[in-house]
């Protein structure tokens, strides 16, 4: 069955780096476009980064444009998430999801989705 296992998150301070990953098993990662999306009590669900079947397209929400980075590896079925600068209104549980075609902005357009690595930025 189709498995996305986020990890990577944790406690780091204002302008810290984190490294999110998301390992996929059970479908042909190659073939589905990738997201990162982040959920916040305040704010809801938030798409944030998404990247094509093949890493050739990718995009990125406006608030994190510039800091953030968002990378695979289908050799390893691993998806990616660089994020630098980072700022308290970063916090969020932060998900990763697939779905076949291109990048959507719309996240009902996902098929499956992982339970979530939580970040946390506070001095």
């Known amino acids: 069955q189709v498995q996305l296992v986020e990890s990577g998150g944790g406690l780091v301070q204002p302008g810290g780096s984190l490294r999110l990953s998301c390992a996929a098993s059970?479908?042909?990662?190659?073939?589905?476009?990738m997201s990162w999306a982040r959920q916040t009590p305040g704010k809801g669900l938030e798409w944030v980064s998404g990247?094509?079947?093949?890493?050739?397209?990718?995009a990125y929400a406006d608030s994190v444009k510039g800091r953030f980075t968002i990378s695979r590896d289908n050799a390893k079925n691993t998806l990616y998430l660089q994020m630098n600068s980072l700022k308290p209104e970063d916090t969020a549980l932060y998900y990763c999801?697939?779905?076949?075609?291109?990048?959507?902005?719309?996240?009902?357009?996902?098929?499956?989705w992982g339970q979530g690595t939580q970040v946390t930025v506070s001095s």
């Open positions: 999801a697939m779905k076949r075609g291109t990048i959507a902005t719309i996240l009902g357009e996902y098929d499956y």
């Open positions: 990247i094509y079947s093949d890493g050739s397209d990718t």
């Open positions: 059970g479908f042909t990662f190659s073939s589905y476009a």
